[in-house]
């Protein structure tokens, strides 16, 4: 009989109130796999309806899974599961982080940990393998998340991989983060950290990750996945520029390594060259993410790429930039996309070159989102520059802000393209000073306390997919109908990335459609980009398989802006990738046969969990009519085009009734309601989360 | 064939003693200069550390590190079957943060992910004599004929003490919590063979004989 690995067995309850831990077996929670699904069967069972985010009786917990930690590539993935309080409803979500962290708690010895109640006094958690325990935090409330790591890791020891709050966190600015290892993020729970008083958890493990595989059957699978199959950041499978090796290539792709190309700002500087797809020593220099997110000037200032545990895929820019310290911050910096757009977006009127031709991007990039991650500031998937734009731009903030507020911000340097602005907008965000503050509070509370009108929700410019207050993130524009389902069905912006991952693999649309035709059954499950055809069954299909691998993803914990593995780099593959690698690592590493049909079964299991538990919150079964929303602009953005004609994304009222219709009913789900239904629940092996809903009249 | 596959041994062990006489250094452990890195495709910097191994150059490029820990994760999987970071034979991660001296004043701008961003990937040097070895009270660490000459810990008589990991400069064989039992460094190459960046690289000693001959040194 093989030894069952990937789980440690044990999970960490820590009560603030009374600073009690106990321990809890992790196997009561096997069905739902871990990170994501374990967070919600919490949440299900021990949190109230209509508890609010920073209530004490609201709990957070920061989960695992049976492949964190475990070294299968991207597999250092953190799930947060609490309350959002930039949610109308206050209703659950999910934050994720990526870096060490997950993987250290894995080694520690827990699955999860689950916070509740709330500290008399600011406190760090501080868990070293199995000895755990609070510590007065006092001396670092106030300040920022990298000195509060620094000085914590001073205390505990340099290996601790520590996750912290900002300044905005401890003031529960709705827009708040949790962070660890200097750049990696969970957006939106930070402040309920704050509310509990907790600065910080600090963990460091000696311990292992048990596999039930030889570590040769380990190796063997690793050389498979990394041979031939993984491809550069978002599972893009050909190369930016036509290189020898490949047959395709594609602008939008980010394996942007080539010759010539290098990381500028290391000692000396390192070329990435060409990658081939089967170099496995030359996979972390595939993406050269600087040069893609800030132009060809941040060559010279690239120290290297970085990233997560365990992840050969270096997404994250390292940058060293010596100007940086003229506006006070330090000169090296890291992020990657939204960590670095978010910023620059709050720049809405644009900023100015300012050291040299080209580098506007890159300074209000880099200066500001060190300034986000160190207040611990979210952007909302980007949308606060966008509400900043709305409120200056209808004149707005003129009205609701005191006119002594108003004249002490610095607006010259905004319209000025001064990114400087920036350090004055993130430190009133984060501690709260005045009116202007409330941009804070994410667009839906914002929008309410300072009245905006409704060409605010109506504009693409905007950007919010949801009267619930979300934008879009690879929403209408990423495969039609699937981007824009996927996008109705979490409390805050999707971050579903199976389907954008496929559709920007870079390979081309009739091998994509190819592809599309094996998984979800006909070539017409994909449209191409800009040229849309009426909702059918097998985007159904599409939607329902990308949104249970990303649940799959966010509890096995596996990253989903790399995984699933559906398309290959090498001709030789036909470009297939692997869709069975998530259940062929989970088998070799706990040593239980689990198929790639039973593992989506999971998946399936812990989305519908997640609609419960959003029918339980919002107190009603009709999720078509108060949660599966969208903004009008979907539908009326292109005046003079209709929907599915050549060049336009917009999509058809009629259409998106038939394609959510469709949709729950793949999911087994009520097609009218869209809600879950008793049988569907009971088939998930949910009986007893359908025996509550019951109770509480909410079964269609 | 197996006539030709122990000379092939024999060579390379030559080729590794008249190396360690061409760099001028005594022990395993050296940091080439950098016209001799540079034969080896390592640029010029200071930041890249040269170990003669028994099975070939294992070159460490600091530079080219971008704290994976892929090695660390693919050390302790194969070696002892579970995927325990801290045991591995090489680290990575304990200095991910703040670098080897932890957090200073000057973190902002000092070793690590917190600072300058330069990782500190650390290898077993397999000293000649090896502090390790020599420091054990059961004389449980030995060099290992069927393992090409690397030192190796004999599991059976480790105590797991931790006087190697007190002894060793670096502190590199390290104590399984676990079994209690000290692990070090088999100079097997496999860190390497996994580098996703090639920061860690392992070169045959036929192929720095090779290269070194074509650059005018005589080796083996």
């Known amino acids: 009989m093989a030894k069952l690995g990937g789980w440690t067995g044990k999970i960490l309850r820590v009560n603030l109130t009374t600073g009690v831990f106990t321990y809890e077996d992790t196997s009561k929670y096997k069905n739902l796999v871990g990170g994501m699904g374990i967070g919600y069967k919490i949440m299900f069972d021990e949190v109230k309806a209509g508890t609010k985010a920073f209530d004490p009786a609201n709990k957070m917990i920061f989960a695992t899974g049976p492949l964190t930690g475990s070294g299968v590539p991207c597999s250092s993935r953190t799930n947060i599961t609490s309350l959002l309080p930039s949610n109308p409803y206050n209703a659950v979500s999910d934050s994720h982080m990526g870096g060490n962290f997950a993987a250290v708690m894995k080694y520690a010895g827990y699955d999860a940990i689950i916070i509740e109640g709330v500290s008399k006094k600011p406190v760090y958690l501080n868990i070293k393998d199995a000895k755990v325990t609070l510590e007065d935090a006092s001396f670092v409330w106030g300040q920022g998340i990298y000195n509060s790591t620094a000085q914590i890791a001073s205390r505990v020891g340099k290996e601790a991989c520590i996750a912290a709050i900002g300044q905005a966190g401890e003031n529960m600015v709705n827009l708040s983060v949790i962070m660890n290892g200097h750049s990696h993020s969970a957006g939106g729970h930070g402040g309920i950290m704050g509310s509990k008083k907790l600065k910080a958890i600090a963990i460091s493990g000696t311990g292992s990750v048990k596999m039930a595989g030889t570590g040769e059957e380990w190796y063997n699978l690793n050389q498979y996945m990394l041979k031939g199959i993984i491809g550069a950041n978002n599972q893009h499978v050909v190369p930016s520029t036509p290189q020898p090796w490949a047959e395709y290539n594609n602008k939008g792709s980010r394996w942007t390594a080539k010759k010539g190309l290098t990381w500028g700002a290391a000692n000396e500087p390192i070329e990435t060259g060409e990658c081939n797809a089967t170099d496995q020593n030359k996979i972390g220099y595939r993406t050269m993410k600087s040069t893609f997110d800030f132009g060809d000037v941040a060559e010279k200032y690239t120290v290297r790429m970085g990233g997560c545990q365990s992840c050969p895929i270096r997404c994250h820019s390292e940058m060293d930039i010596p100007n940086l310290e003229k506006f006070g911050v330090s000169r090296y910096a890291s992020n990657t996309c939204m960590g670095y757009f978010s910023p620059f977006g709050v720049m809405f009127n644009g900023v100015k070159d300012q050291f040299e031709k080209g580098d506007a991007k890159m300074i209000g990039g880099t200066l500001g989102s060190q300034l986000a991650d160190d207040y611990g500031v979210w952007c909302n998937y980007g949308n606060i520059g966008r509400d900043l734009k709305y409120a200056y731009e209808s004149g707005t903030l003129k009205k609701v802000i005191p006119a002594e507020e108003y004249d002490s911000i610095p607006w010259d340097k905004l319209m000025n393209g001064d990114p400087s602005f920036l350090i004055d907008f993130y430190k009133r965000v984060a501690l709260k000073i005045g009116e202007f503050s409330h941009m804070g509070d994410g667009s839906y509370w914002l929008a309410k306390r300072w009245k905006f009108g409704q060409e605010f929700w109506d504009s693409h410019d905007v950007g919010l997919w949801s009267p619930l207050g979300f934008p879009k993130h690879h929403s209408s524009e990423a495969g039609a109908q699937v981007g824009a389902i996927l996008s109705c069905m979490f409390n805050r912006d999707a971050q579903s990335h199976t389907h954008m991952n496929f559709i920007g693999s870079g390979l081309p649309i009739n091998v994509q459609k190819s592809i599309a035709k094996e998984k979800w059954g006909s070539e017409t499950a994909l449209d191409a980009p800009l040229n849309y055809t009426p909702m059918n069954e097998y985007k159904a299909k599409f939607a329902k398989w990308s949104v249970i691998r990303n649940c799959l993803h966010d509890s096995l914990t596996l990253c989903n802006w790399m995984w699933p593995m559906t398309t290959s780099p090498l001709k030789s593959r036909n470009y297939r990738g692997d869709t069975a690698l998530e259940s062929k690592f989970l088998s070799l590493v706990t040593g239980e046969k689990i198929s790639e049909v039973q593992l989506d079964l999971a998946g399936e299991r812990i989305f519908t969990l997640h609609r419960a538990l959003t029918v339980k919150q919002m107190g009603t079964t009709d999720m078509r009519g108060k949660h599966d929303l969208m903004c009008a602009w979907v539908f009326d953005m292109d005046p003079d085009k209709k929907a599915f004609t050549p060049g336009t994304i917009k999509m058809d009222r009629a259409d998106m009734v038939i394609a959510l219709t469709m949709f729950y009913k793949e999911m087994g789900w009520d097609e009218k309601t869209g809600a879950p239904t008793r049988a569907t629940l009971e088939r998930l092996s949910l009986k007893d989360v359908a025996d509550q809903l019951d109770k509480l009249k909410l079964l269609p | ?220």
């Open chain 2, 1 to 220: 064939m197996s006539g030709q596959s122990k000379q092939s041994i024999l060579e390379r062990e030559t080729t590794r003693r008249d190396f360690l006489k061409l760099t001028g250094k005594g022990v395993g452990g050296v940091i080439l200069s950098f016209s001799m890195l540079s034969l080896f495709g390592c640029g010029k910097s200071k930041e890249v550390g040269g170990f003669a191994l028994s099975k070939g150059l294992l070159i460490a490029d600091r530079n080219k590190c971008t704290g994976c820990q892929r090695c660390e994760v693919t050390c302790s999987a194969i070696h002892e079957g579970k995927i325990q970071p801290y045991i591995s034979k090489v680290k990575v991660s304990r200095n991910f943060n703040y670098g080897l001296v932890g957090p200073s004043l000057n973190y902002m701008a000092s070793d690590g992910e917190y600072g300058n961003r330069l990782m500190n990937p650390e290898t077993c040097k397999q000293c000649r004599e090896p502090f390790c070895g020599n420091a054990c009270p059961q004389h449980a660490i030995v060099s290992d004929p069927n393992n090409k000459g690397a030192r190796v810990v004999m599991k059976d008589k480790c105590i797991g003490c931790g006087t190697c990991t007190k002894a060793c400069p670096w502190h590199l064989p390290t104590v399984d919590p676990e079994t209690k039992k000290s692990s070090k460094c088999k100079a097997c190459g496999v860190c390497a063979t996994v580098c996703p960046t090639g920061a860690l690289k392992l070169i045959p000693w036929a192929d720095v004989k090779a290269t070194l001959n074509k650059n005018g040194y005589l080796l083996g």
